[in-house]
């Protein structure tokens, strides 16, 4: 096995705990909740997609929901 190759299995293999984790993560919050806050850690609307089980497009609407309507703190 080349050393190419093991790298590519090792960035499968944090890409996929990445995803996990941030399922775990999200998974009480809505997508309207937890699409930004995954935006915010660098994951793509195509990887929020995959893990709310939804299009790219439709994360896309949400994060730009919430930068429209920012949620009041009290």
Not at 10 to 17: F, G, S, Y
Not at 29 to 45: C, D, I, V, Y
């Amino acid at each position: 096995m080349s050393s190419d190759q093991i790298l590519q299995d090792v960035q499968n293999q944090l890409t996929i705990l990445s995803r996990l984790i941030a399922y775990q993560t999200v998974s009480k919050m809505t997508l309207s909740e937890g699409a930004p806050l995954l935006r915010r850690l660098g994951f793509s609307n195509s990887e929020i997609a995959a893990i709310y089980e939804t299009t790219s497009n439709t994360v896309a609407v949400r994060i730009a929901e919430s930068k429209k309507h920012p949620k009041i703190k009290e």
